[in-house]
C-alpha cells in the first residue's frame, strides 16, 4: 500500500541521514508531529510537503511522485484535489442531506454505497472502499481537525444496507459524536432549508485558502474560488444555527439506533 511505503522511505532516508524527526520538520518548515504522522502512515504528506522532503531528504522527486499516485487511487476525478485539504485541515465543516458524512461512514455503510454504482468490478469495489476508510485515519492522529458535521434527520432513518447496517452506522456515528473535537447536529427533517440543494464540505487550512468540495451525481468539483467558498460558509452557519444542539443531536441518534436494533429484533 503506497501510503504504508511513503511512511517507510520517509522514515529510512531521514534515519539514513541522521536525521531526528524534530531536525527532519524544522527543515521542511512543519511540526514534529506532522513528521511523525507520515512516519506511521496517519496522514499522507500534501504536495508542498512531499516536495519539501524530497529535497531535505535528496530523494530526486521520489516522494512527490509516491504522493502524486496516492492522490491519483480510485477517488473521483473531482474529488482528488481536495483530498490533500482534508488531510491537513486545522477545521472541516461539512453537511449531508442525504448520506452520513464519508469521513463517518463505517466500511458496510460505504461498501453498500460503492456497490450501488453502476459498472464496477469487485475489485474497483473494495478499492474504492479502502480509499475512503484511508481518509479516516485524518480523524485519529495527536492532532485531529475540528469536525463540525450537521446532517439531515432523514439520513438516520434512510435505509443503506439493511437495519444491521444502520444499527451499527448509527452506534458508530454516536461514538464520533462524543469525540472532543468533533461536533455532530441533526438539522429537523420537517423543515426546508438552504442545504436540501446539496451536500458540500469546507476545510480551513492554516497555511493555504480555505477549500471547499461540491457533491454532485458525476462525482462533485472541488471549489476554491474565494467568494464561491465565503458564499458556502455563510450557507453551512445558516444551516447550523437552525440544527438541533449538540446534546439533543446524539439522544436522536441513539433513538435512531434503538430503532433499528427493533427491526433487527422484530
Known amino acids: ?7 517507510e522511505e520517509v522514515r529510512a532516508l531521514r534515519d539514513k541521514r541522521g536525521l531526528t524527526q524534530d531536525e527532519l520538520a524544522r527543515r521542511i518548515g512543519f511540526s514534529q508531529s506532522t513528521v511523525k504522522n507520515i512516519e506511521t502512515g496517519y496522514r499522507v504528506p500534501t504536495r508542498e510537503q512531499a516536495t519539501l522532503l524530497d529535497e531535505a531528504l535528496d530523494t530526486a522527486g ?16 473531482g474529488f482528488r484535489p481536495f483530498v490533500a485539504a482534508e488531510a491537513e485541515a486545522r477545521t472541516l465543516k461539512t453537511f449531508e442531506h442525504t448520506l452520513v458524512p464519508g469521513l463517518l461512514q463505517t466500511e458496510d455503510y460505504a461498501r453498500t454505497l460503492v456497490e450501488g454504482y453502476p ?6 469495489v473494495a478499492a474504492r472502499v479502502t480509499a475512503k476508510m484511508g481518509r479516516q485515519v485524518v480523524l485519529d492522529t495527536e492532532e485531529p481537525p475540528w469536525l463540525w458535521a450537521v446532517i439531515d434527520e432523514q439520513v438516520l432513518h434512510r435505509e443503506v444496507g439493511g437495519p444491521e447496517v444502520m444499527a451499527a452506522q448509527l452506534l458508530k456515528l454516536a461514538e464520533f459524536a462524543r469525540r472532543p473535537r468533533i461536533t455532530i447536529q441533526v438539522l429537523s427533517a420537517a423543515r426546508a432549508h438552504a442545504g436540501l440543494v446539496g451536500a458540500f464540505v469546507i476545510a480551513e487550512l ?5 477549500v471547499a468540495y461540491l ?8 471549489v ?27 439522544d436522536l441518534i441513539e433513538e435512531g439506533t434503538r430503532q433499528w436494533k427493533q427491526r433487527i429484533a422484530s
Do not use: W
Open 1 to 7: 500500500m503506497e501510503r504504508q511505503l511513503i511512511a
Open 62 to 77: 521520489s516522494l512527490g511522485r509516491l504522493e502524486a499516485r496516492i492522490r491519483a487511487a480510485p477517488i473521483a476525478p
Open 119 to 124: 459498472g464496477l468490478t469487485r475489485d474497483e
Open 206 to 210: 492554516a497555511r493555504q485558502p480555505t
Open 215 to 222: 457533491e454532485s451525481v458525476l462525482g462533485g468539483q472541488t
Open 224 to 250: 476554491q474560488d474565494p467568494a464561491m467558498v465565503e458564499t458556502m460558509a455563510v450557507v453551512f452557519d445558516t444551516i447550523r444555527t437552525d440544527a438541533f444542539s449538540g446534546g439533543e443531536s446524539l
